[in-house]
């Protein structure tokens, strides 16, 4: 599983014409599944983002999380993070998991997101989404569940 995180200060997800999900104070993520993701990558992930301090305390020190703040989270299922574009010219995504799959593994991160007390907010899977994100810093950070950037 890959992760985008972006803290913000607002962000919203647009489905035809029609605003779907948003979020104040908090998180943008933007989640890939892989093929060879499972349950355990999902939960190792929640618990990444719902403990990652990135948001600054009274002293200006990143030193709390979205959930520390009270913040939520805008969670957007974007296979396209697992695009290969090492050949070519075009990405390929045969490292993506299969929309079913990858359904069932977004929503239980997001499950799990909620369970750990976060209020989340989402896209519409496989939709075609305008996703508006004002980020705060910036700060963005980027997760995977099998390796390291």
Known sequence: M??????VIRGSVTVENEKIGSVGRGLVVLLGVGRDDSEDDADYMAEKVSNMRIFEDAGGKMNLSVRDI???VLAVSQFTLFGD???GRRPNFTEAAPAHNAELLYNRFCAKLESNGITVSTGRFQAMM???????GPVTILLDSKKQF
């Open 70 to 72: 009270g913040g939520g």
């Open 130 to 136: 305008t996703v508006e994100i004002i980020n705060d």
């Open 2 to 7: 890959r992760a985008v995180l972006q803290r």
């Open 85 to 87: 574009c090492r050949k």
